[in-house]
């Protein structure tokens, strides 16, 4: 326990391109999503950062139907003000070669420096599970830290929300586990502040429970929710309130630097994480479907690795 915590609240989105919705129908509603973003950050400088889901394909799709937006969009880019990359779009890693993954983060890269700024953090939350040399891979394009929600916890952890994660070359990232409900422990803040209050203190206490430093995260997005513009005055509201915290309206980057700084003793553990059921549910599903597409795209791959590109 500490006496006083820095509570790192990270707005955000998480993306799927096409589920329960055509792509289109969905493209549709990022379109609104990110005019919005925009909007806010034009009025409000105080509304200061957005992550988009670690992925930059979002950014072709939105820019394909709002190509008037390009210059601003990248403006805001390359201020760290919203967050893109270091992925092209976030890898289930059981269903693509290690090649394909290297090139999934090659191609993200590419993007998110075209657009002014890479976001170093190796942001994967939502995969079914994670390949044992994702450390290795990460370290490659000197990325030295993991966020992780599927796959681990339960029982494979001690219940922590730090560690680190070895690879089978010796590769070592800073790994940060998120909490039981994900990328959402801190999705649509109350205006009313006895209400936000409430939500806050039961996710602090959570985080709590589980931190070895004194920074904590909470991220205040989830799948396909816009911002919320009244944020930052809600955030102002209960610094008003709480005793024991603080909260800054941060970013992945600045909250890794600060878990870092506290140079806490954390546990190794190694190997894949393709476990953790009691802590959340991992889709195993997903890898014995639509084999169809799946064993189309192995050949695909396989030539173009094998064949196309050696020659």
């Known amino acids: 326990m500490f006496k006083k915590y820095d509570i790192h609240l990270v707005s955000h989105t998480h993306w799927d ?45 939105y820019l394909e139907i709002r190509h008037k937006n390009r210059e601003k969009l990248k403006k805001y ?23 394909a993954t290297i090139r999934n983060l090659l191609r993200g890269h590419r993007i998110a420096r075209a657009f002014g700024r890479v976001m170093k953090s ?38 922590k929300s730090e560690y ?3 690879g089978p070359d010796g590769s070592e990232v800073l790994f940060l586990h998120l909490p039981k409900c994900g990328y959402a422990n801190a999705l649509y803040l109350p205006i009313d502040i006895e209400e936000a209050l409430k939500k806050v203190e039961t996710a602090k206490a959570e985080c709590i429970s589980r931190a070895q430093t004194p920074y904590l995260l909470f991220l205040n997005g989830v799948d396909h929710v816009e911002p919320q513009p009244e944020l930052p005055c809600i955030i102002a509201n209960l610094n008003k309130r709480l005793k024991d915290a603080r909260i800054v309206h941060s970013n992945m980057e ?22 953790g059921f009691k802590y959340t549910i991992l889709l195993t599903g997903v890898i014995s479907t639509r084999m169809y597409l799946k064993l189309a795209n192995n050949r695909v791959q396989t030539m173009l690795e094998k064949w196309a590109e050696p020659v």
Not at 35 to 52: A, T
Not at 134 to 155: S, T
Request: aromatic share 14%; glycine share 10%.
């Open 122 to 159: 190796g942001y994967i939350p939502d995969p079914f599970g994670h390949i044992s040399q994702m450390p290795q891979i990460l370290r490659g394009f000197d990325i030295d830290n993991a966020i992780l929600w599927r796959g681990f916890g339960g029982e494979d952890s001690q219940g």
């Open 254 to 275: 600045r909250y890794i630097s600060k878990v870092k700084s506290s140079k806490p003793k954390l546990k190794v553990i190694e190997g894949e994480l393709r476990r």
């Open 164 to 166: 680190i994660w070895k």
């Open 77 to 99: 880019i390359k201020d760290g003000r919203i967050f893109v990359g270091p992925w092209y779009i976030l890898p289930d890693e059981f269903l693509v070669s290690g090649e």
């Open 17 to 61: 391109r096409e589920w329960y919705l055509t792509f289109e129908q969905f493209r549709l509603r990022l379109g609104d999503l990110i005019d919005h973003l925009l909007e806010i950050m034009d009025s409000n400088p105080d509304y200061k950062y957005y992550m988009l889901d670690g992925q930059t394909v979002v950014l072709e799709d």
